[in-house]
T-cell receptor, first 113, second 109 residues
Framework: NAGVTQTPKFRVLKTGQSMTLLCAQDMNHEYMYWYRQDPGMGLRLIHY???????AKGEVPDGYNVSRLKKQNFLLGLESAAPSQTSVYFC????????????FGPGTRLTVL | KNQVEQSPQSLIILEGKNCTLQ??????????LRWYKQDTGRGPVSLTI???SENTKSNGRYTATLDADTKQSSLHITASQLSDSASYICVVSDYQLIWGAGTKLIIKP
């Protein structure tokens, strides 16, 4: 099993460009999450999904959109990137709710110039 | 406001030595507390989970303690190894997860 995978691993964008981060999990988990991690701060939840076809806002959703068309995939989109979105993005999944053990992908390092 | 504070921010110790990392929280109501290990360039991996009624939980050389009355937890690492170099993150749950900023641990040979 690959667990949770993320693509791409690195990306550099110019301000105003758009991109999509892809997360895939092969553990048949219902719940999936997108976090950002910034220096000196805890992980912050951007959006999450409790099942195929559902999404919900987390702590810092502004500037991001998500989709969960298939149970195994969770996409994070940036429509118009800003320098404040420079961060490391992690996808995670869990079998049940958010208090269950979450399994993380390797992360995507995004730089917005 | 629900918060999780970890100390120290960073710690350097020699290989083979023991160390203790601290976590103080103000999260209420309390569901459980987890410690995650995050290697450089990787996602966090769960080490231990403790519920309200548990005082101690071990995972190999890692031992977590919880004092729900004082809202404090610690992670003790015994006989440290180079592979223990990582960030250790405390995460407390009420109905959502509150993540600490982590302690960066460096083990020197």
């Amino acid at each position: 099993n690959a667990g949770v995978t993320q693509t791409p691993k690195f990306r550099v964008l110019k301000t105003g460009q758009s991109m999509t981060l892809l997360c895939a999990q092969d553990m048949n988990h219902e719940y999936m999450y997108w976090y950002r991690q910034d220096p000196g701060m805890g992980l912050r939840l951007i959006h999450y999904s409790v099942g195929e076809g559902t999404t919900a806002k987390g702590e810092v959703p502004d500037g991001y959109n998500v989709s969960r068309l298939k149970k195994q995939n969770f996409l994070l989109g940036l429509e118009s990137a800003a320098p404040s979105q420079t961060s490391v993005y992690f996808c995670a999944s869990s079998y049940t709710g958010s208090t269950d053990t979450q399994y993380f992908g390797p992360g995507t390092r995004l730089t917005v110039l | 406001k629900n918060q999780v504070e970890q100390s120290p921010q960073s710690l350097i110790i020699l290989e083979g030595k023991n160390c203790t990392l601290q976590c103080n929280y103000t999260v209420s109501p309390f569901s459980n507390l987890r410690w995650y290990k995050q290697d450089t360039g990787r996602g966090p991996v769960s080490l231990t989970i403790m519920t309200f009624s548990e005082n101690t939980k071990s995972n190999g050389r890692y031992t977590a303690t919880l004092d729900a009355d004082t809202k404090q937890s610690s992670l003790h690492i015994t006989a440290s190894q180079l592979s223990d170099s990582a960030s250790y993150i405390c995460v407390v749950s009420d109905y959502q997860l509150i993540w600490g900023a982590g302690t960066k641990l460096i083990i020197k040979p």
